[in-house]
């Protein structure tokens, strides 16, 4: 980094500081910001600074959304009583993207990995919890269902089983999506047809 000037070598230490940008893709990101009109360079680093000040967890499901409430919980055509419980909201994103998926989400902003130190605590199941005890089981038919989809990892193995145990007690229903999406594989790269696949085939848990 010494050849660079002060300046630019923030910049570059900046951008490989972000996941999969290395020294080399760092640099060649730095030069091409430098030779951007200033004009472009202030709406980029705008549209992110605002991102991150305005961007919130929705108070129901808990994905990154610019309102209190998402667009999904807050469109009463989706069914309430079916919560698919995903890690993040790219994972969101892929399920959305199939435009089958009729019911609402719960985020939980990561898995459980005793490796890595993320325990129970750490993610938002406190939140499902607390959501699914203000659900009205009396006076409706429609029983409420926790569709477990996290990944097939271990990480997303054990997230599931802790749920299954967390959730099971309360007498509502708990299914896991079928193993049809690889193992340790993303979900937001799987194709829109496997995880059709993977719902519709999910088992009770
Ligand atoms: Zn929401």
Redesign the pocket.
Known sequence: MEYYSKQIGNLIGALSRLPGIGNKTAQRLAFHILAMPPKDVRELANAMTDARENVKC?R??M?L?DDE??P??SNAKRNHKQIMVVENSRDLAAYEKTGKYTGVYHVLHGAISPLNGVGPGDIRLKELMSRLSRLDEDDDEVKTEVIVATGSDLEGETTAMYISKLVKPTGIKVTRIASGVPVGGDIEYIDEVTLLRALEGRTEL
């Open positions: 929705c129901e499901c994905t959304t409430l998402c999904i919980c």
